[in-house]
């Protein structure tokens, strides 16, 4: 089993509909959670960390769910500008210092 | 302005050659990582080193090698050794422990 779990997708939705990710982690130790976007040949840049009460910057909002060891990224109202990979990535500080990336989820919002 | 610089951006390379790829960061970041990213993949851990003259192996780190000689330099050196070396690779830096990463914009190697 991987450590870091996403559905590559594609998602493919309308301009203005709501998406949901989800992202599945192995270590129960893990302690920080990051979501990126990363843009077709393009360096992956932070969108968000998630933080264990969860969060909310404008249409996206992150959440962590230790239980069931999953973080989650929603957008709503997608734009078309919202069309990139996302990656979720887990920092496990018990596992000296690795950052671990899922494989991406690829969205495609269309007009 | 604070940022990391990877260098070369596209590099070809002849089968059998070792190169070097250059990343450097004047972000005062204590913690380097290298990662390669094939088509349609996520990023895979290579090496990462968390304080000067000290790397730890990832998960793909045969066929690489590193040195962290300098707190701003972490070059990564792609052997002959690295049977399908043609990808992406991103350099990045942590100020922290658990702190979000900062990427290079990448250097593309394709092997001929």
């Known amino acids: 089993r991987k450590e870091v779990e996403q559905d590559p997708g594609p998602f493919n939705v309308p301009e203005g509909a709501t998406v949901a990710f989800n992202c599945t982690y192995s270590?129960?130790?893990?302690?920080?959670f990051f979501w990126y976007r990363q843009d077709c040949r393009k360096e992956p840049k932070l969108l968000m960390s998630?933080?264990?009460s969860g969060n909310e910057d404008g249409r996206f909002t992150a959440q962590l769910n230790r239980a069931s060891q999953y973080i989650s990224l929603l957008i709503r109202d997608s734009k078309l500008s919202d069309s990139a990979t996302y990656l979720c990535?887990?920092?496990?500080?018990?596992?000296?210092?690795?950052?671990?990336f899922g494989q991406g989820t690829t969205l495609q919002v269309k007009p | 302005d604070g940022g990391i610089t990877q260098s070369p951006k596209y590099l070809f390379r002849k089968e059998g050659q070792n190169v070097t790829l250059s990343c450097e960061q004047n972000?005062?970041?204590?913690?380097m990582y290298w990662y390669r990213q094939d088509p349609g993949q996520g990023l895979r851990l290579i090496y990462y080193?968390?304080?000067?003259?000290?790397?730890q192996k990832g998960d793909i780190a045969e066929g690489y090698s590193v040195s962290r000689e300098k707190k701003e330099s972490f070059p990564l050196t792609v052997t002959s050794a690295q049977k399908n070396p043609t990808a992406f690779y991103l350099c990045?830096?942590?100020?922290?422990?658990?702190?979000?990463?900062?990427f290079g914009e990448g250097s593309r190697l394709t092997v001929l």
């Open positions: 990045a830096s942590r100020e922290g422990a658990g702190g979000e990463l900062f």
């Open positions: 270590n129960s130790a893990s302690q920080s």
């Open positions: 998630v933080y264990s």
């Open positions: 990535a887990v920092f496990n500080s018990g596992n000296t210092g690795k950052l671990i």
């Open positions: 972000l005062n970041h204590d913690a």
């Open positions: 080193s968390q304080i000067v003259n000290d790397f």
